[in-house]
């Protein structure tokens, strides 16, 4: 299945990686797409529209022309990717592959989620310069 004659578009904030890897794939790959900025430090993933479209309430989703919603980076890249060369033939590479994909989500997202948290919080009690520093 090609992916080249479906539209789609690409539900991500601009400062988050998880998008980012999505938009990447997305462009390695010539895949045209429309992007939707969702600003998640304001709350855009939180609301009714969104929400119908990601009960989660995160970025990335991709909305496929024909097949709906989708989101988790992870699953949206392997979707991108199917049948090229971004996914190794042969099976043992391509568990390698997955090796990545699940190690980066268990440590570089949570990693990244506790500097996220640390940032809210920097700002919420008013750290000097921490709005300045992470907006
Ligand atoms: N495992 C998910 C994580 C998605 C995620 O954490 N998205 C963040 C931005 S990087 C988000 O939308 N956060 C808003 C929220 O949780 O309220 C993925 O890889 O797509």
């Given at each position: 299945?090609?992916?080249?004659?479906?539209?789609?578009?690409?539900?991500?904030?601009?400062?988050?990686?998880?998008?980012?890897?999505?938009?990447?794939?997305?462009?390695r790959?010539?895949?045209?797409?429309?992007?939707?900025?969702?600003?998640?430090?304001?709350?855009?993933?939180?609301?009714?529209?969104?929400?119908?479209m990601?009960?989660?309430?995160?970025?990335?989703?991709?909305?496929?022309?024909?097949?709906?919603?989708?989101?988790?980076?992870?699953?949206?890249?392997l979707?991108?990717?199917?049948?090229?060369?971004?996914?190794?033939?042969?099976?043992?590479?391509?568990a390698?592959?997955f090796?990545?994909?699940?190690?980066?989500?268990k440590?570089?997202e949570?990693?990244?989620?506790?500097?996220?948290?640390?940032?809210?919080?920097?700002?919420?009690?008013?750290?000097?310069g921490?709005?300045?520093?992470?907006q």
């Amino acid at each position: 299945m090609s992916l080249d004659n479906e539209s789609m578009t690409i539900y991500g904030d601009s400062i988050s990686g998880n998008c980012l890897k999505v938009k990447f794939v997305a462009d390695r790959l010539g895949l045209p797409y429309d992007w939707v900025e969702v600003s998640v430090l304001k709350g855009e993933t939180r609301t009714p529209d969104f929400l119908a479209m990601n009960p989660a309430g995160q970025v990335p989703v991709v909305l496929f022309a024909d097949d709906g919603p989708l989101a988790q980076s992870n699953a949206i890249m392997l979707h991108l990717a199917q049948n090229t060369d971004l996914i190794p033939d042969d099976a043992f590479d391509r568990a390698l592959m997955f090796q990545w994909l699940f190690w980066e989500q268990k440590f570089v997202e949570v990693l990244s989620r506790n500097i996220n948290g640390l940032m809210e919080a920097s700002i919420a009690v008013g750290t000097p310069g921490a709005r300045a520093i992470f907006q």
